[in-house]
């Protein structure tokens, strides 16, 4: 496997950048977000549109393809022979902008033969950005926006390196607050009846993702449906696994444990 690490910037930066193309229509007291219905019902807002379109033309410097949330559909025939291909979620988190409680992210991540290589997580909101990489490991990283523009080496400098030693009784569960289904009540139900004190989180986007990669959560269980491929699920599973290697995730349920 080829060394990515210089895409990981190129990455980061696009992330940034959506960000502040994201905050701008997101801050605007004129703007109504211009709010259309895909076809499976979810929302699209003139914000996933804006990020979509910057960060295709940020990452076109590389030579690899973009499989975007908000891209055209290419048929699978086509993209089954990308060996190596970006999957972007631009604004993640559609709801929770719409709602405009600042629970929402841009997500970019990198993979090679169906293995994520590198993934890059920005709020913008909070100017929080988690981001990883084999040869750089995984890091949260504290106000940055687009008006900042550290190195590479500033970063990771400056960076806090996960998992964040964090103490917490029993188990932390972090669920979506958009997407609670019955089947995560009864999951987290069972923990309780095995004994276990339970505090439940709840969180929207990639959100839920991110406190588990730092130690803040122990678990993220989903049983929703997700997209195929949902641009969301790469990003997880790297800077988890990165951050914290003795973890477990599974398709079916969609069950993301920190068991660092």
Same mark, same amino acid.
């Given at each position: 496997?080829?060394?990515?690490?210089?895409?990981?910037?190129?990455?980061?930066?696009?992330?940034?950048?959506?960000?502040?193309?994201?905050?701008?229509?997101?801050?605007?007291?004129?703007?109504?977000?211009?709010?259309?219905?895909?076809?499976?019902?979810?929302?699209?807002?003139?914000?996933?549109?804006?990020?979509?379109?910057?960060?295709?033309?940020?990452?076109?410097?590389?030579?690899?393809?973009?499989?975007?949330?908000?891209?055209?559909?290419?048929?699978?025939?086509?993209?089954?022979?990308?060996?190596?291909?970006?999957?972007?979620?631009?604004?993640?988190?559609?709801?929770?902008?719409?709602? +405009?409680?600042?629970?929402?992210?841009?997500? $970019? %991540? *990198?993979?090679?033969? !169906? &293995?994520? @290589?590198?993934?890059?997580?920005?709020?913008?909101?909070?100017?929080?950005?988690?981001?990883?990489?084999?040869?750089?490991?995984?890091?949260?990283?504290?106000?940055?926006?687009?008006?900042?523009?550290?190195?590479?080496?500033?970063? +990771?400098?400056?960076?806090?390196?996960?998992? $964040? %030693? *964090?103490?917490?009784? !029993? &188990?932390? @569960?972090?669920?979506?607050?958009?997407?609670?289904?019955?089947?995560?009540?009864?999951?987290?139900?069972?923990?309780?009846?095995?004994?276990?004190?339970?505090?439940?989180?709840?969180?929207?986007?990639?959100?839920?993702?991110?406190?588990?990669?730092?130690?803040?959560?122990?678990?993220?269980?989903?049983?929703?449906?997700?997209?195929?491929?949902?641009?969301?699920?790469?990003?997880?599973?790297?800077?988890?696994?990165?951050?914290?290697?003795?973890?477990?995730?599974?398709?079916?349920?969609?069950?993301?444990?920190?068991?660092?």
């Amino acid at each position: 496997m080829m060394s990515y690490a210089n895409y990981l910037y190129i990455a980061i930066r696009a992330a940034v950048d959506a960000g502040k193309s994201i905050m701008d229509i997101y801050n605007d007291p004129e703007s109504d977000f211009g709010i259309e219905r895909k076809a499976d019902n979810s929302p699209l807002t003139k914000a996933d549109k804006a990020a979509h379109r910057l960060i295709t033309n940020a990452l076109s410097v590389t030579p690899f393809p973009v499989l975007s949330e908000e891209g055209k559909e290419i048929p699978f025939k086509e993209r089954s022979k990308w060996e190596t291909l970006w999957i972007v979620d631009p604004l993640d988190g559609t709801k929770e902008f719409i709602k +405009k409680n600042g629970e929402f992210t841009v997500n $970019i %991540a *990198l993979v090679e033969k !169906g &293995v994520p @290589v590198l993934g890059v997580i920005y709020v913008p909101v909070r100017k929080e950005l988690y981001f990883a990489s084999s040869s750089v490991g995984a890091y949260k990283f504290t106000g940055i926006d687009s008006s900042s523009q550290p190195s590479m080496d500033e970063m +990771k400098q400056r960076a806090i390196r996960l998992p $964040i %030693a *964090l103490a917490h009784q !029993g &188990v932390v @569960v972090v669920a979506s607050r958009s997407h609670q289904t019955e089947e995560t009540t009864a999951f987290i139900d069972n923990l309780r009846k095995q004994g276990k004190p339970v505090t439940l989180i709840s969180s929207g986007s990639s959100l839920k993702i991110c406190l588990v990669a730092e130690g803040s959560a122990d678990i993220y269980p989903r049983f929703a449906p997700t997209a195929t491929p949902s641009p969301s699920l790469p990003v997880a599973t790297y800077i988890i696994s990165t951050a914290r290697p003795r973890f477990a995730i599974t398709r079916k349920i969609c069950i993301i444990r920190g068991l660092s």
